[in-house]
């Protein structure tokens, strides 16, 4: 099992930035992918970028160009630099791993932090 922390969360204006960090420990050896969802209050989750083992990354339309996801493996520790930030940006903001075997992933998830976007 993979134990995930987040970080990083805050109040900034609109059009500012933020990083999130996000590290792992456990079996971290299991992990094939990290990621980072957001929930808003009264909305479900949702997905916003993944980095894969392979280095390969996704990203959510509502974010590409302004989010970037990164991961340094050595930390065991994932990313997301969070750019041109909107008030629709404002959230809980989730680390997200899948673990084990292709055939029957497992998905960890840490306690989330908080983003607020406002004037």
């Known amino acids: 099992q993979v134990q995930l922390v987040e970080s990083g969360g805050g109040l900034v204006q609109p059009g500012g930035s933020l990083r999130l960090s996000c590290v792992a420990s456990?079996?971290?050896?299991?992990?094939?992918?990290m990621g980072w969802y957001r929930q808003a209050p009264g909305k479900q989750r949702e997905f916003l970028a993944t980095?894969?083992?392979?280095?390969?990354?996704h990203y959510a339309d509502s974010v590409k160009g302004r989010f970037t996801i990164s991961r340094d493996n050595a930390k065991n520790t994932v990313y997301l630099q969070m750019n041109s930030l909107k008030p629709e940006d404002t959230a809980v903001y989730f680390c997200?791993?899948?673990?084990?075997?292709?055939?029957?992933?497992?998905?960890?998830w840490g306690q989330g932090t908080q983003v607020t976007v406002s004037s």
């Open positions: 997200n791993a899948y673990t084990g075997p292709e055939a029957a992933l497992a998905a960890s």
């Open positions: 456990g079996a971290v050896f299991s992990i094939k992918t």
């Open positions: 980095f894969r083992n392979d280095g390969t990354t």
